[in-house]
T-cell receptor, first 116, second 107 residues
Framework: DTGVSQDPRHKITKRGQNVTFRCDPI?????LYWYRQTLGQGPEFLTY????????KSRLLSDRFSAERPKGSFSTLEIQRTEQGDSAMYLC??????????????FGEGSRLTVL | KQEVTQIPAALSVPEGENLVLNCSFT??????LQWFRQDPGKGLTSLLL?????REQTSGRLNASLDKSSGRSTLYIAASQPGDSATYLC??????FGAGTRLTVKP
């Protein structure tokens, strides 16, 4: 395991369809983050997990978005009833938290979503 | 709520110049600050991580400093090269990002 992997890398869907992205973090990392990034902007925080517990969700995360990390390893991000405004790059990152201090953050290559 | 600002938004320099990128944040209660590089259409690559107890970190031609009391960090790039062209982003606890500085180094 050499890094964070995300699947699929690209997804084109029609408005109203559901999509799911998967993230496999670095194996020993206990914290996992999801971000969304649109052109010319920095990554926008969506949610993060410590092991299997979802500790924080952005207020920007509508109820159409749900994330899970069922066994504290890989995570999925599902978007239901997609809208054109959901078109973005979805980035996953992981880190190893020691006590309370978050360690260095490592990113995957992202999953690009296009909603037609 | 933590706000992270990066100035300038874009920077174009000739090859060989030394340059400074700035990152400011509103909440000084940070665990650490991390600088990243992002190439177009790609994920983020970690450059430097500064713990809150540290003042600076160095890696090759890169030097990052941290001043928690003033809520500022700078990334210094020495002897810039065309391959340094990318967007540079900073992130603070809990990994909130600025919008980045888009750097172009002209041959």
């Amino acid at each position: 395991d050499t890094g964070v992997s995300q699947d699929p890398r690209h997804k084109i869907t029609k408005r109203g369809q559901n999509v799911t992205f998967r993230c496999d973090p670095i194996s020993e990392h206990n914290r996992l983050y999801w971000y969304r990034q649109t052109l010319g902007q920095g990554p926008e925080f969506l949610t993060y997990f410590q092991n299997e517990a979802q500790l924080e969700k952005s207020r920007l995360l509508s109820d159409r978005f749900s994330a899970e990390r069922p066994k504290g390893s890989f995570s999925t991000l599902e978007i239901q009833r997609t809208e054109q405004g959901d078109s973005a790059m979805y980035l996953c990152a992981s880190s190893l938290v020691h006590l309370v201090a978050p360690g260095e953050l490592f990113f995957g290559e992202g999953s690009r979503l296009t909603v037609l | 709520k933590q706000e992270v600002t990066q100035i300038p938004a874009a920077l174009s320099v000739p090859e060989g110049e030394n340059l400074v990128l700035n990152c400011s944040f509103t909440d000084s209660a940070i665990y650490n600050l991390q600088w990243f590089r992002q190439d177009p259409g790609k994920g983020l690559t970690s450059l430097l991580l500064i713990q809150s107890s540290q003042r600076e970190q160095t890696s090759g031609r890169l030097n990052a400093s941290l001043d928690k009391s003033s809520g500022r960090s700078t990334l210094y790039i020495a002897a810039s090269q065309p391959g340094d062209s990318a967007t540079y982003l900073c992130a603070v606890r809990d990994m909130r990002f600025g919008a980045g500085t888009r750097l172009t180094v002209k041959p």
